[in-house]
């Protein structure tokens, strides 16, 4: 690849990471900040500092492989460096999905209006169930990890380096064909998550349809807060079935990107687009909370007071 593109696209890279860093460690902070000070948290602050964690997590281990692929191409060499950062790919990307999932369906669970008793229920123990459930997508990620680094053996990563040694071109084309339908089920794993954020979507939308339709019977002129809360919940959600399908696309290519033809450059590619997803969706959800909005908001106040009070 030429200087001057790798030049670029570090750069790029290295952009996205500032801004995902920035975003998530906020939200980190503030919440831990008012856990502290109170002694307890609520349980979607736990989530988004669960997630901010895992995503800070998540764009150390893509700008640390884009900057070894890019650098210093030969620590894949062996195959044990790359076995390394697999696990911890595979586990924050998890984590993160799984984390931004669970968020979907605490609002689902919080605003929409049913009165099915399996739902009342839900809605009822979320609270006190919220930490077992992050706890389980932890041992969840952990396990799918270990399965896919297991199985991808380090003979068979070290064929993502062996374009330029022609005698092992047939051993790699017989190793990536034996392990690719690994790669294809780790594609479909993060489907699930998907889907199910998807369903709770498509389910506040019926809400708000059903609730919009009962106001219209019961007209008191007066502010509707249930619809506010459902439309915040609402752009909270489809913002991140959208950056997420994005996210899952570049992932896609990256983890496919050992049986194309031009490996490296596809692999960073496809994570300098999955850079979108962990740094521009932690400042919607800055944007869609009220606490997190407020704290930004001062912070912006005093950074402006101390750069006015320097210029004079």
Same mark, same amino acid.
């Given at each position: 690849? !030429?200087?001057?593109?790798?030049?670029i696209?570090?750069?790029?890279?290295?952009?996205?990471?500032?801004?995902?860093?920035?975003?998530?460690? *906020?939200?980190?902070l503030?919440?831990?900040?008012?856990?502290?000070?109170?002694?307890?948290?609520?349980?979607?602050?736990?989530?988004?500092?669960?997630?901010?964690i895992?995503?800070?997590?998540?764009?150390?281990?893509i700008?640390?492989?884009?900057?070894?692929?890019?650098l210093?191409?030969?620590?894949?060499?062996t195959?044990?460096?790359?076995?390394?950062?697999?696990?911890?790919w595979?586990?924050?990307?998890?984590?993160?999905?799984? @984390?931004?999932?669970?968020?979907?369906? *605490?609002?689902?669970?919080?605003?929409?209006?049913?009165?099915?008793p399996?739902?009342l229920?839900?809605?009822?123990?979320?609270?006190?169930?919220? !930490?077992?459930?992050?706890?389980g997508?932890?041992?969840?990620?952990?396990?799918?990890?270990?399965?896919?680094?297991?199985?991808?053996?380090d003979? @068979?990563?070290?064929?993502?380096?062996?374009?330029?040694?022609?005698?092992l071109?047939?051993?790699?084309?017989?190793?990536?064909?034996?392990?690719?339908?690994?790669? %294809?089920?780790?594609?479909?794993l993060?489907?699930?998550?998907?889907?199910?954020?998807?369903?709770?979507?498509?389910?506040?939308?019926?809400?708000?349809w059903?609730?919009?339709?009962?106001?219209?019977?019961?007209?008191?002129?007066?502010?509707?807060?249930?619809?506010?809360?459902?439309?915040?919940?609402?752009?909270?959600v489809?913002?991140?079935?959208?950056?997420?399908?994005?996210?899952?696309?570049a992932?896609?290519?990256?983890?496919?990107?050992? *049986?194309? !033809?031009?490996?490296?450059?596809?692999? %960073?590619?496809?994570?300098?687009?999955?850079?979108?997803? !962990?740094s521009?969706?932690?400042?919607?959800?800055i944007?869609g909370?009220?606490?997190?909005r407020?704290?930004?908001?001062?912070?912006?106040?005093?950074?402006?007071?101390?750069?006015?009070?320097?210029?004079?």
């Amino acid at each position: 690849m !030429p200087d001057k593109v790798e030049s670029i696209l570090m750069l790029v890279a290295a952009g996205e990471f500032s801004m995902g860093i920035l975003g998530n460690t *906020f939200i980190g902070l503030v919440n831990c900040i008012g856990w502290i000070k109170k002694r307890k948290i609520a349980s979607i602050d736990l989530i988004l500092t669960s997630l901010a964690i895992s995503r800070i997590c998540l764009l150390c281990i893509i700008l640390l492989d884009c900057f070894i692929l890019v650098l210093y191409p030969d620590v894949y060499a062996t195959g044990k460096q790359m076995r390394i950062i697999d696990f911890f790919w595979t586990l924050t990307n998890h984590l993160s999905v799984w @984390f931004a999932t669970c968020l979907s369906i *605490f609002y689902f669970l919080k605003i929409a209006n049913f009165f099915h008793p399996l739902f009342l229920w839900m809605k009822w123990r979320i609270d006190s169930a919220i !930490p077992r459930i992050l706890l389980g997508c932890l041992a969840l990620s952990v396990f799918i990890s270990l399965v896919v680094t297991e199985n991808l053996n380090d003979d @068979f990563r070290c064929c993502v380096r062996t374009k330029k040694k022609t005698n092992l071109t047939v051993r790699c084309r017989v190793k990536k064909a034996k392990y690719s339908s690994i790669k %294809i089920c780790l594609n479909l794993l993060t489907l699930v998550p998907l889907s199910v954020s998807l369903i709770s979507f498509l389910l506040l939308i019926l809400s708000l349809w059903r609730h919009t339709r009962q106001m219209k019977f019961n007209a008191t002129g007066c502010r509707d807060f249930s619809i506010e809360a459902h439309m915040g919940a609402m752009k909270a959600v489809i913002s991140f079935l959208l950056l997420f399908i994005a996210y899952y696309l570049a992932f896609l290519v990256a983890t496919s990107s050992y *049986f194309m !033809p031009e490996t490296e450059l596809a692999v %960073i590619i496809g994570e300098l687009i999955a850079l979108i997803y !962990p740094s521009s969706h932690s400042f919607i959800l800055i944007l869609g909370s009220n606490k997190l909005r407020q704290a930004s908001l001062r912070v912006l106040w005093k950074v402006k007071y101390i750069l006015k009070k320097r210029n004079f």
